[in-house]
């Protein structure tokens, strides 16, 4: 397990955007399966976007796909997720998930199950808060 902090949350009218990151202190993100998960007020959490560092396999869940972009940078072990076009739905607690995996296998998982299960992740931050205001 990793230690994740999230940061990059605010509030934002709708239309806009937000950039979130996810840093793992003290380690570094060689060949890990990682997500972006969002919990709105009442709701479990659900899955939002996913990658593997180790190559360019990605899964976008359908409520957000083609406004949200996950990416991540090896050099500053920085796990993103570019926010655009922000609707007042995407208010929510946004968490990032990760665990240890040596090939794309769990970004396979996930596009033949058609979701993203929080058990596929053994690490996670405390979350960061995005408000979109109308």
């Known amino acids: 397990q990793v230690t994740l902090v999230e940061s990059g949350g605010g509030s934002v009218q709708a239309g806009g955007s937000l950039r979130l990151s996810c840093t793992a202190p003290?380690?570094?993100?060689?060949?890990?399966?990682m997500a972006w998960f969002r919990q709105r007020p009442g709701k479990e959490r659900e899955g939002v976007a996913a990658?593997?560092?180790?190559?360019?396999?990605?899964y976008y869940a359908d409520s957000i796909k083609g406004r949200f972009t996950i990416s991540h940078d090896n050099a500053k072990n920085t796990l993103y997720l570019q926010m655009d076009n922000l609707k007042l739905e995407d208010t929510a607690m946004y968490y990032c998930g990760a665990v240890e995996a040596r090939d794309a296998t769990c970004i396979t998982a996930i596009q033949t199950l058609g979701i993203m299960p929080t058990s596929m992740y053994n690490s996670w931050g405390r979350g960061t808060q995005v408000t979109v205001s109308s």
């Open positions: 990658l593997w560092t180790g190559g360019g396999s990605t």
């Open positions: 003290g380690s570094h993100y060689d060949n890990f399966c």
